[in-house]
């Protein structure tokens, strides 16, 4: 298993999120849906988003869950939405292609990713990509937390 230390995160919500996600991993078995304890997950449960792993008939991602610090900072809700009906986030694009990487190798993932749009006091985005898996190999979900970094 990759291991990315918490001291590389600009967030202090995706540091605490991939810390509990690791005490949630057994040797090689991954964390399932089941093993995500909401009350355990105060400091950075406003950025949490818990994607759907779709795999028949093609690969695609479903919005399972949204913080609320996304729906807040969205102007559109995504909750049941999937990636390929959404602007900007299908096939061959940058955050299509780090899930993709993370429902295929069961490993976790961050990205950053500079941040356009109407909020001139955000500089970055960062995120979290960790993966769950029902039978503890096949990943099903992915337990995202993101964060928006203020300018320096």
């Known amino acids: 298993m990759a291991i990315i230390r918490p001291m590389n995160f600009n ?53 399972r869950l949204i913080g609320t610090r996304h729906r807040n900072f969205w102007i559109k809700d995504l909750a049941g939405c999937r990636i390929r009906d959404t602007e900007q986030q299908g096939p061959g694009t940058v955050i299509w292609n780090a899930w993709e990487k993370v429902a295929n190798s069961g490993l976790p993932m961050s990205t950053r990713a500079p941040y356009v749009g109407p909020k001139k006091e955000i500089y970055e985005i960062e995120d979290i990509l960790m993966p769950l898996a029902e039978d503890g190999r096949t990943v099903d979900m992915i337990f995202v937390c993101c964060d928006y970094i203020p300018k320096p």
Do not use: K, T
């Open 11 to 63: 967030s202090g919500a995706n540091a605490a999120a991939y810390e509990y996600w690791c005490g949630l991993v057994r040797d090689d078995i991954l964390p399932a849906r089941r093993d995500i304890q909401p009350d355990r997950m105060v400091r950075f449960l406003p950025n949490v988003m818990l994607m759907d792993v779709i795999r028949d008939p093609d690969l695609d991602f479903r919005f």
